[in-house]
């Protein structure tokens, strides 16, 4: 599934990128060529992202331990000035994400 999402992935929604990532992380199924490929079609999109996308995205690549600094940094300076508009759940997850 991996390989055939890859190529796709422009054309995926803010939260179809987002739930992919999740899907992968929560499953912990080794995909970090589409974790890549995920951060870079991800990070020029991100002012798009729900507060809850945004969460996600971030606990996703935690979780999977695939290493994103320009996207945890673009992550960053999206989230701050939108705080007001993360539930407490979106919270928590970017908090940890950020923690972990």
């Known amino acids: 599934?991996?390989?055939?999402?890859?190529?796709?992935l422009g054309a995926f929604k803010s939260q179809n990128m987002a739930s992919t990532a999740w899907a992968f992380a929560k499953a912990g199924v080794p995909a970090t060529e589409l974790?890549?490929?995920i951060a870079v079609e991800t990070q020029p999109r991100l002012d798009k992202f729900t507060p809850h996308a945004l969460a996600t995205s971030a606990w996703a690549f935690a979780k999977a331990g695939v290493?994103?600094?320009?996207?945890?940094e673009a992550i960053?300076?999206?989230t701050q000035p939108r705080l007001g508009a993360f539930k407490s759940?979106?919270?928590?997850?970017?908090?940890w994400a950020f923690a972990k």
């Open 1 to 8: 599934i991996a390989v055939e999402t890859q190529p796709r």
């Open 76 to 78: 960053a300076v999206e």
């Open 35 to 37: 974790f890549e490929a």
């Open 89 to 95: 759940q979106n919270m928590a997850s970017t908090a």
């Open 67 to 72: 290493p994103a600094t320009g996207l945890f």
